[in-house]
């Protein structure tokens, strides 16, 4: 799966080296097969499954990046679970940070449902809302809410070096269909996944 985040980042044409941060020699053959660099493997410490996104891209960019000499670089960290990136997005959201004074950019697309009308369950096994004042709004009168894609994340070397909050008014969103963007964090995910990729693959023109 990694070998379609590689392969849009190299069609993107956004980058002078394309590295892959991982703790794994199998991943990182397979990286290395897709025409990405390897000049590191990530320690034990950032490997774990809580290790969060901030101190895994600032390792990497400390490992590679002398920032006294070039603070203003452009660095991105693309998932290896977000098979539906394309290179032309990769290339507008560095496109936006670049004329921008943002930390970052990242894609984002919006919730399906309005979240303001979304519910929990209870201990008891029953159901109530999170918000309760919108039982009564029309869900199209509610605002338009959207959420990170989990595709990629342009930020400033610096930014990544001193791990500042990605979601800051900082940040510029790069936005995405919600039909191409799928995460992919457990089996339902993956099988979802499936599906879309069979969809697309029959519209050619929706990619």
Known sequence: MIAWSVEAALQSGCFDRVVVSTDSREIAGIADQYGAEVPFIRPSNLSGDLTGTLPVMAHAVNALIDLEQDAKAMVCCIYATAPFVRSIDIARGYEMLVNSDGDFAFSV?????????????????????????????????????????GQFYWGRAEAWAQQRPIFSPQSLPVLLQRYRVQDIDSEEDWVRAEYMFRALNAQPDAR
């Open 109 to 149: 697309t919006t919730y399906p449902y309005p979240i303001q009308r979304s519910l929990r369950m209870t201990p008891g096994g029953r159901v109530e809302m999170f918000w309760p004042e919108y039982f009564q709004t029309r869900s199209q009168d509610l605002e338009e809410a959207w959420h990170d894609a």
